[in-house]
């Protein structure tokens, strides 16, 4: 998995685009800034959209290409953001330490969803948001028409209304469904497209 994305991230170009998930930039301009997590974050286009909003970013991903490319991309905007390379299980924080996590297009293999999870609700604070976007498991009827819809092929690496519900007790959500959105996010995220969206307060 992780040479798998080493090659994808050492393109030239943001293989995701440089704007951030559309989503996540509306739920954001909603809240107050604060202490920000990205799991995940690829090239960084999310947490660095954040920085420039006033969050105090925090990021990782296990692709050092990942997190060239996203100082490289924070550099260019005149934002800071921190930024580790580890997996779920090896990059730690602080509990109940961060306003706002963002999980955005995180598909993680099976073993590590538990622990994404987990995660989530020892470093949010109780209050804080949690942004969700993410291929369902209905997403892969739209990947045999348009390969370049992209996300895992494995459906388990996929989504559901009630994987989240089960994976986040304790969340009050005030969006929560499957929606089907036309993505134009850099070439791997072309076209038509299953996702779950997400938007809870942790209580």
């Known amino acids: 998995m992780k040479s798998f994305w080493e090659e994808r991230y050492a393109e030239e170009d943001y293989i995701y685009g440089e704007l951030p998930n559309a989503y996540l930039q509306l739920k954001l301009k909603g809240l107050k800034s604060g ?20 969050w105090q970013v925090f990021a990782y991903d296990f692709s050092e290409k990942a ?20 997996n779920i299980k090896e990059v730690q924080f602080e509990k109940e330490s961060f306003d706002a996590i963002g ?17 989530v609700h020892y470093c949010l604070k109780p209050g804080g948001r949690l942004i969700f976007e993410a291929f369902s498991k209905n997403h892969n009827l739209y990947q045999q028409v348009n390969p370049n819809a992209g996300g895992p092929r494995d459906i388990n690496m996929l989504y559901s209304v009630e994987e989240l519900q089960a994976g986040f007790e304790g969340f009050t959500w005030k969006d929560l469904k499957e929606e089907v959105v036309d993505l134009n996010e850099g070439p791997f995220h072309q076209g038509r497209s299953a996702v779950i969206r997400a938007f809870g307060v942790k209580n």
């Open 35 to 54: 202490k920000i997590l990205f799991p995940a974050d690829g090239e960084g286009r999310n947490s660095v959209y954040a920085a420039g909003m006033g």
């Open 103 to 119: 999980l955005i297009y995180s598909h993680v293999p099976t073993d590590l969803r538990a622990a994404l999870f987990q995660q």
């Open 67 to 86: 997190k060239e490319k996203a100082f490289k991309l924070a550099n260019r905007k005149g934002v800071e953001i921190n930024y580790t390379v580890g």
